[in-house]
């Protein structure tokens, strides 16, 4: 029985998950579940799969489920969160927060000893190099969960990273592709939410509709695997059956297929190095007909752009970046400004920041809280 712990056990990726562990109650047990505000969705997972320790982000919410299960030890807030990464028992902790909240808990359950299946792709956006570091200093494996990244890592099986030439990153293009800049200016947050491919939580929607998503893949995928942003393509790929490939020194290219499903990477970051069967469907190559490829409109996407840019000059420039994302997608969201000022206000946010070195968590975080000073 793998133990396995879940932040942000309410959202897509968590449920996900859980719905993989309740086909396999014999493979997994569960031993932590967090979640935000979904106290309801939450208080379902705690009877289905009773875990020892929940934590919540208000604290009358974790008063009340204290009331309700008193057997169960419940946390709240930030520090409840980290305290869940580090002391949680557990095989493998699923990162599946969503956001630059992410990081501090990956840090906390690295320093503990903990493998993680990281989901939370803003952990490496704005951590990068120093989680990398610190999880070969622990000893931790970092699974990748995002569909591009775990595509590489299974076509990496049995070869090895120093043999990589090229890393292709496949795109679905979003809800806008084709679209011009013209055409962008007028779109709604209805229209954003409606991915073609994927069904997924609102900020990683808005994030694949601007294709800031596969600038954060980008990023990434430099640290998860060890390779010069030079070396990591974009492909428009409108079907999502190609989940990413790798180009080796003999020009051998490896890929990895199936549905779009995130059930199938879950599973993956959950049993490595085994697989287990699942009720996901198979791709049916005839009815497909074709596979399409196209270049990404940079022009048109500049967070994909930007993103290369942020990671080319490195420092700061990531956290900068993902600070303003986040703060200009959920402006977006509530309504407060239209989609094209995401892309355009990180490009000037980006041009006015001078860059600092980061070493450490603290200089991540006060990067962090200072773009969202500027921009709330
Ligand atoms: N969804 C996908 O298919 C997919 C694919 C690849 C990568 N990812 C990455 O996986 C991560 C999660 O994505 P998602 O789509 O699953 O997001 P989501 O559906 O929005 O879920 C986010 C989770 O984080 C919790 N959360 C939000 N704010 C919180 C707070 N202040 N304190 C504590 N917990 C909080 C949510 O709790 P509540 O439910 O209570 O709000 C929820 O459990 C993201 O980094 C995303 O980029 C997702």
Not at 303 to 321: Q, T
């Amino acid at each position: 029985m793998k133990k396995i712990s879940i932040l942000g056990s309410t959202g897509s990726i968590g449920t996900q998950a859980l719905d993989i562990i309740s086909k396999n109650r014999d493979k997994f047990t569960v031993k932590a579940l967090t979640c935000g505000k979904r106290v309801e969705v939450l208080t379902k997972q705690i009877e289905a799969f009773n875990p020892d320790l929940v934590c919540v982000e208000e604290e009358r919410d974790a008063i009340k489920l204290k009331k309700r299960f008193r057997r169960l030890e419940v946390l709240w807030g930030e520090s409840g969160l980290k305290e869940v990464a580090s002391k949680a028992e557990c095989d493998i902790l699923l990162n599946s927060l969503v956001g630059m909240r992410g990081l501090v808990p990956t840090y906390e359950a690295i320093k503990s000893g903990k493998n993680i299946a990281l989901a939370n792709k803003e952990t490496l956006v704005t951590g990068g190099k120093f989680i990398i570091d610190e999880a070969k200093k622990n000893g931790v494996k970092i699974l990748p969960v995002d569909s591009e990244h775990s595509a590489i890592f299974q076509a990496l099986q049995g070869n090895s990273e120093k043999d990589i030439k090229r890393i292709y990153l496949t795109a679905s293009g979003g809800p806008f592709r084709g679209y011009t800049l013209k055409e962008l200016e007028g779109v709604t947050l209805e229209q954003a939410l409606r991915h073609p491919n994927w069904s997924m939580g609102s900020k990683i929607t808005i994030d694949s509709a601007t294709m800031m998503n596969k600038g954060l893949e980008v990023i990434e995928a430099r640290w998860l695997f060890d390779i010069e942003p030079e070396y990591i393509d974009v492909i428009v790929h409108k079907e999502s059956i190609i989940h990413s490939m790798v180009e080796y020194k003999d020009h051998s290219i490896i890929a990895q297929l199936g549905a779009p499903d995130m059930r199938v990477p879950i599973s993956y970051a959950l049993t490595y190095p085994e697989r287990i069967r699942n009720d996901v469907p198979t791709v049916d190559f005839f009815s497909l007909g074709s596979l399409t490829f196209e270049k990404a409109d940079t022009k048109v996407f500049r967070c994909l752009d930007l993103a290369y840019e942020a990671i080319k000059k490195g420092k700061s420039y990531p956290v900068v970046l993902n600070a303003a994302n986040e703060v200009l997608v959920q402006q977006f969201i509530e309504g407060k400004i239209s989609f094209i000022d995401i892309q355009r206000t990180i490009e000037r946010v980006m041009e006015e920041h001078v860059a600092v070195n980061i070493i450490g968590l603290s200089d991540i975080l006060s990067i962090d809280q200072e773009i969202r000073g500027k921009l709330e």
